[in-house]
């Protein structure tokens, strides 16, 4: 059973900022939270991971609340090419259990 | 990131045949799993690929169907056995414990069965 829940889907202009939310209401007090992309045919690829506050690198930001029970992925000025689908996940930062993943957010950038 | 070569990248098989999937990594990890993602889903976990012993496999997955080895810590294959239609999906294995936090994933396999 997938420990988070997502959107399904969202649309954007291209420029607009997306923020995408994620619920984890039983996060346990040793995950960290880390959002995946995955392109048609590809793989999925980290985008970035955070345990509280908040989170920024090149592509994106997360914001985390202090309770934890939700984060906030934020792209900012998205273009086509950020059309994909968004997974949020929690897991502990070793990777030493399998990712459980839910049914993701499917982003939608139109020109 | 720990770099992974999957192969095939695709294949289309006739029913009733097996085809086994590699996944290899360019340096040792402590994790490896095995997942399939059915057209249009998102990823569910197959197995856990163990070094050394029999995988561990989620509810609904058995290793008479899709037997797995992983004989050191930079190498597993996936076999799917007895293919039928339903079995036409992507396969991916993912690695965990290289260098720093993070699952890497590979490109996958895309099985077409007809």
């Known amino acids: 059973l997938a420990k988070t829940t997502q959107p399904i889907s969202m649309d954007s202009y291209e420029g607009q900022e997306v923020n995408i939310t994620c619920s984890h209401n039983?996060?346990?007090?040793?995950?960290?939270i880390t959002w995946y992309q995955q392109f048609p045919s590809q793989g999925p690829r980290f985008i970035i991971q955070g345990y509280k506050t908040k989170v920024t690198n090149e592509v994106a930001s997360l914001f985390i609340p202090a309770d934890r029970k939700s984060s906030t992925l934020s792209l900012p000025r998205v273009s086509l090419s950020d059309t994909a689908v968004y997974y949020c996940l929690v897991g502990d930062k070793a990777g030493n259990t399998p990712l459980v993943f839910g049914k993701g957010t499917r982003l939608s950038v139109i020109a | 990131s720990a770099v992974i070569s999957q192969k095939p990248s695709r294949d289309i098989c006739q029913r009733g045949t097996s085809l086994t999937i590699q996944c290899q990594v360019d340096?040792?990890?402590?994790?490896m799993f095995w997942y399939r993602q059915q057209p249009g889903q998102s990823l569910t976990l197959i197995a856990t690929a163990n070094q050394g012993s029999e995988a561990t496999y989620e509810s609904g997955f058995v290793i008479d169907k899709f037997p797995i080895s992983r004989p050191n810590l930079t190498f597993s294959t996936l076999t799917v056995s007895n293919m039928s239609p339903e079995d036409s999906s992507i396969y991916l294995c993912?690695?965990?414990?290289?260098?720093?936090?993070?699952?890497?994933f590979g490109s996958g396999t895309r099985l077409t069965v007809v």
């Open positions: 340096s040792q990890v402590t994790m």
């Open positions: 993912s690695v965990t414990g290289h260098l720093n936090y993070g699952y890497t």
């Open positions: 039983n996060i346990a007090t040793n995950d960290y």
